[in-house]
């Protein structure tokens, strides 16, 4: 039996972008605040072994921001990007990029949409576009799918618990 709420990640080969696709159990303004506050977004962003600090969240439309995420052994994990538009509550702009590398530069940018769906329940879709087929190809072969379906399944419990009210 299919789970539900299943991500999908359409990665057309040769192709600079790929597209995600997450059904929730709650209205499009409830997701987007949880995207948004960063008290809810250290509870369920990353995957489950790392920990998550926000060291800048100037969540607005021409706003920066750096995330870090830790290990148990003290790894640290740096991420930062330029928010270029937050239009509540349908969409948000912003480039990321993951300092981990040995160049910096390998910049991609993100269209992140939602809409909302019946049964009060919304859709959340997000175009990813990278400087390089080989940046694209080397985010998806990182591990990322499983952090961000570890990330999504606790955004479910969340919006479960009703804590974004």
């Not at 809810?40 to 998550?52: A, R």
């Not at 930062?80 to 590398?101: K, M, Q, S, Y």
């Amino acid at each position: 039996m299919k789970a539900a709420n299943q991500t999908t990640i359409i990665a057309e080969k040769g192709k600079q972008e790929f597209f995600i696709e997450r059904e929730f159990e709650a209205p499009k303004e409830l997701v987007f605040k949880a995207f948004n506050d960063p008290e809810l977004l250290l509870q369920w962003l990353g995957p489950s072994n790392l920990s998550m600090k926000i060291e800048k969240f100037d969540n607005r439309s021409g706003g920066s921001y750096r995330f870090i995420h830790s290990d148990k052994n003290g790894n640290q994990y740096g991420f930062n990007g330029v928010i270029h538009e937050v239009a509540e509550p349908d969409r948000i702009i912003r480039t990321f990029e993951f300092e981990g590398l040995p160049e910096k530069g390998h910049v991609s940018i993100e269209f992140l949409t939602l809409e909302n769906l019946p049964g009060n329940r919304s859709k959340l879709r997000i175009q990813t576009v990278f400087k390089s087929v080989e940046d694209r190809d080397g985010m998806i072969q990182s591990g990322m799918e499983g952090g961000m379906n570890e990330g999504f399944k606790k955004l479910d419990e969340l919006l479960k618990l009703k804590l974004l009210k």
